[in-house]
């Protein structure tokens, strides 16, 4: 009824681009970021240029950025363009991208995906326990803004990622730790995911399913198995119709 296989017991979702729409509220707030960081860099503007301070692009951002915590965002994109940057400087990257992503909520709300509300409905109906793992500092805030805090029995955050020193996707760390706050092994949750390096993460984890979220179309189906999908949708509800 869930379209997933029996042994499953737990849900581990990702929030950001899975049961909410902000995906792309962190990707147009990493994109202004990084643009204004290229263009100090550069002295002025950096449209037209081909070398290492050329305009940050939606593939660098799921290349380098999509699903990892803030920091390791920050560092993966620079060491990809090869620019060195000292701490405090990458301190204030990651400052800037929060404050924009921060007014972008304020200004726009949240919103929940339809599919992934009538998913969490049908799941907990069904008896299957929910968790939420996600690599942002700012999930309970946007589980809040979106209403669905109530379906969430424990969250791993960025802020648990950095507080228990745990590596961030696509390392396997915080979805384990999420199934360890659910009392259950890897083999009997299933990682819900958006991100390759989310899905790198379930795969690593050897998690017992992972359902890849393909939320941006182009190549990202076929990246997604790639890396290890067991399944990929492009909303959960299409999981409700699987049996
Ligand atoms: O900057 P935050 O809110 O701590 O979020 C970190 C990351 O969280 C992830 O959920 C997003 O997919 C990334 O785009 C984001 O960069």
């Known amino acids: 009824m869930l379209g997933l296989p029996d042994v499953i017991t737990v849900a581990l979702f990702d929030l950001d681009g899975v049961l909410t729409d902000t995906a792309s509220v962190h990707r147009t707030a990493w994109t202004d970021t990084f643009n204004a960081f290229l263009t ?113 029995e424990h969250r791993v955050d960025g802020n648990t990622i950095v507080d228990e020193h745990l590596a961030g996707k696509p390392a396997p760390d915080s979805f384990l730790r999420g199934a360890q706050l659910m009392g259950v092994d890897a083999a009997a949750a299933c990682v819900f995911e958006d991100a390759i390096s989310g899905v790198q993460a379930g795969a690593a984890g050897r998690f017992g399913y992972v359902v890849g979220v393909d939320r941006v179309g182009g190549g990202q189906s076929d990246a997604m198995t790639s890396a290890g999908a067991s399944i990929v949708v492009t909303d959960l509800d299409e999981l409700l119709a699987e049996n």
């Open 40 to 152: 100090q860099r550069a002295g002025g503007a950096i449209a037209d240029r081909t070398d290492e301070l050329r305009p940050f692009t939606d593939q660098d951002y799921f290349d380098f950025v999509d699903g990892r915590p803030r920091m390791d965002g920050v560092r993966s994109f620079l060491d990809s363009r090869g620019l060195q940057v000292a701490d405090d400087a990458a301190t204030a990257i990651a400052a800037a991208k929060n404050d924009a992503f921060l007014a972008a909520l304020d200004r726009d709300g949240v919103v929940a995906y339809p599919g992934s509300v009538r998913y969490l409905h049908a799941a907990r109906d069904a008896g299957l326990r929910i968790a939420v793992v996600t690599s942002s500092r700012n999930g309970a805030q946007v589980l809040d803004a979106a209403g669905l805090t109530e379906f969430v």
